[in-house]
């Protein structure tokens, strides 16, 4: 049985992810934030462009410079921390790790670009607005969630690569 995915299988979903995170942003600057429109979708969601200069949710925007570097350092580092830690783990544990390192880049190069993250997913219930996300915060999100699932709900939970 296969312990995990392999080291350069992880890596290539590091890269297609980041890499499509990039993608999805450059054609939301390019379709939304140039000319500051939002496109509805459906009654419930559209593409709204959103500069976020904090963290999710919009957290810490009025942080500066100082934010704007210790929030790309600490992604970089964690991701770092992550990617490695990865080629330890479980199979479903490894991808988690690696689909969070990947989105946390996509965002700590959005605000190595520009200085803050481009955001411009809209959920909405009439006036209820979800904060603004991009496809690097889904990422980290089912990054997160697959991690957690594989930790309480798997077989694989027990095992660890010494």
């Given amino acids: 049985m296969k312990k995990n995915f392999g080291k350069l299988n992880l890596l290539i979903i590091f890269v297609f992810f980041t890499l499509l995170d990039f993608i999805t942003k450059y054609f ?21 462009p959103v500069w976020n200069s904090g963290i999710s949710f919009g957290f810490f925007q009025e ?4 934010g704007r570097i210790g929030f790309t350092l600490f992604a970089i580092l ?4 992550l990617v ?9 544990s490894s991808l988690g790790f690696i689909l969070i ?3 946390a880049i996509g965002n700590a190069i959005d605000r190595i670009i520009y ?3 481009v955001d411009f997913i809209d959920f909405y219930i009439y006036d209820l607005h979800w904060p603004a996300f991009n496809l690097a ?8 969630c697959l991690f957690l699932f594989n930790q309480f709900f798997t077989a694989e939970s027990a095992y660890y690569e010494k």
Avoid: C, H
């Fill in 101 to 103: 390192a990947s989105g």
């Fill in 63 to 66: 942080s500066g410079e100082i």
């Fill in 78 to 81: 964690v991701s770092i921390w």
């Fill in 28 to 48: 939301a600057i390019q379709n939304l934030f140039i000319q500051y429109k939002s496109v509805k979708i459906t009654p419930f969601l559209s593409m709204t």
């Fill in 115 to 117: 200085g803050k993250v």
């Fill in 84 to 92: 490695f830690s990865s080629f330890k783990l479980p199979r479903y």
């Fill in 137 to 144: 915060d889904t990422i980290i999100f089912l990054g997160a």
